[in-house]
C-alpha cells in the first residue's frame, strides 16, 4: 500500500533555529495534513492542505502541498522550547482506500 | 466546542482477556476512525466508522472490531489480547469524509501484562 517517508527522523537544534522536514512517497496524494504531538496526547491539527502547491501558515509554521502532489514540506521559524514534540504528516492517496495514510514522525528536541 | 473524549485514559488488562474503549467524537462530527500507536509500527490504522456502518477497515485481526452509534460515539473491543496489543489507541474524529481535516483524542494507554 502507500508509504510515507518522512526526514528526518530526528532534529537536536538550537532555540531560534529554523526547522524543515518533508514526507514523500511514490504516489500522489490528494491531501496533506500535519500533526504535533506531545508525550501522553494525541496528535494535534497544525495544518491542512488541499491543493497542489499550496503554501499555508500557522503562526510561526509554515507547509507546501508540493507541485508533483508526491510530497509535502513543514517548516517552524524561530524554534522556542513548547515546539518540543513529534511531528507527523498524514496525506490521503488518490488511489486506494479512503483513508489517511500516516509517517513515521520527526521527533523535534530544542536545546535551550 | 468540546474535543473528541476517549475512555478510559489507561488500562492494565491480562493476555487472554478483552477490553472495550470508548470515544465521543466532536459535536456534529460523524466519522470516527481508530489508530494503533507503537513505538515500533507508529499510527495503525484500525477502521473507520461512518453513520453506525464500518466504511473502512486496516490489515488488522479479526480480534479488533468496533461499531458506531447513533449519536456517533464509537467504541472499538479487543478480544483475546496479546501482549503485542499493548499500545496506544486513539481515535479521531471529522465531520464528514475520513479524509478531511481529522481531530484526535488523548487516547487509551493499553496495557497487555
Known amino acids: 500500500g502507500q508509504q510515507l517517508n518522512q526526514s528526518p527522523q530526528s532534529m537536536f537544534i538550537q532555540e531560534g533555529e529554523d526547522v524543515s522536514m518533508n514526507c514523500t512517497s511514490s504516489s500522489i496524494f490528494n491531501t496533506w495534513l500535519w500533526y504535533k504531538q506531545e508525550p501522553g496526547e494525541g496528535p494535534v491539527l497544525l495544518i491542512a492542505?488541499?491543493?497542489?502547491?499550496e503554501l499555508t501558515s500557522n503562526g510561526r509554521l509554515t507547509a507546501q502541498f508540493g507541485i508533483t502532489r508526491k510530497d509535502s514540506f513543514l517548516n517552524i521559524s524561530a524554534s522556542i522550547p513548547s515546539d518540543v514534540g513529534i511531528y507527523f504528516c498524514a496525506g490521503q492517496p488518490s488511489q486506494g482506500a479512503q483513508k489517511l495514510v500516516f509517517g513515521q514522525g520527526t521527533r523535534l528536541t530544542i536545546n535551550p | 466546542k468540546a474535543g473528541v473524549t476517549q475512555t478510559p485514559r489507561y488500562l492494565i488488562k491480562t493476555r487472554g482477556q478483552q477490553v472495550t474503549l470508548s470515544c465521543s467524537p466532536i459535536s456534529g462530527h460523524r466519522s470516527v476512525s481508530w489508530y494503533q500507536q507503537t513505538p515500533g509500527q507508529g499510527l495503525q490504522f484500525l477502521f473507520e466508522y461512518f453513520s453506525e456502518t464500518q466504511r473502512n477497515k486496516g490489515n488488522f485481526p479479526g480480534r479488533f472490531s468496533g461499531r458506531q452509534f447513533s449519536n456517533s460515539r464509537s467504541e472499538m473491543n479487543v478480544s483475546t489480547l496479546e501482549l503485542g496489543d499493548s499500545a496506544l489507541y486513539l481515535c479521531a474524529s471529522s465531520l464528514a469524509a475520513s479524509w478531511n481535516e481529522q481531530y484526535f483524542g488523548p487516547g487509551t494507554r493499553l496495557t497487555v501484562t
Open positions: 492542505l488541499y491543493k497542489a502547491g
